[in-house]
């Protein structure tokens, strides 16, 4: 079975920055492109960051120039690094594959405040 752990999440104020980072176990971690995922209150769940089984990255035009995303595939993890937060970033954050159909069950999330 799948299993998605987030972490690193927090309240910071607006310019501050914060690591998230996502274990996986139940998949072959270094096969999936994987991507973060976040959701605000009242809002579609977004696709924010991805990686690809290359290392090659691409951002939603929200986050990129203040986003990074990474991954490990010796530990199975995916982080991602996030500077200059807005309080627009608030949200849950979540990994996920980024390719095909995602994996299920979605793990927990990490929640992101960013007060202004």
């Known amino acids: 079975q799948v299993h998605l752990v987030e972490s690193g999440g927090g309240l910071v104020r607006a310019g501050g920055s914060l690591r998230l980072s996502c274990a996986a176990s139940?998949?072959?971690?270094?096969?999936?492109?994987m991507g973060w995922y976040r959701q605000a209150p009242g809002k579609q769940r977004e696709l924010v960051a991805t990686?690809?089984?290359?290392?090659?990255?691409d951002y939603a035009d929200s986050v990129k120039g203040r986003f990074t995303i990474s991954r490990d595939n010796a530990i199975n993890t995916v982080y991602l690094q996030m500077n200059s937060l807005k309080p627009e970033d608030t949200a849950v954050y979540h990994c996920?594959?980024?390719?095909?159909?995602?994996?299920?069950?979605w793990g927990q999330g990490t929640q992101v405040t960013v007060s202004s």
């Open positions: 139940g998949i072959i971690f270094r096969f999936a492109a």
């Open positions: 996920n594959t980024a390719s095909g159909s995602v994996y299920e069950p």
């Open positions: 990686i690809t089984t290359g290392g090659s990255r």
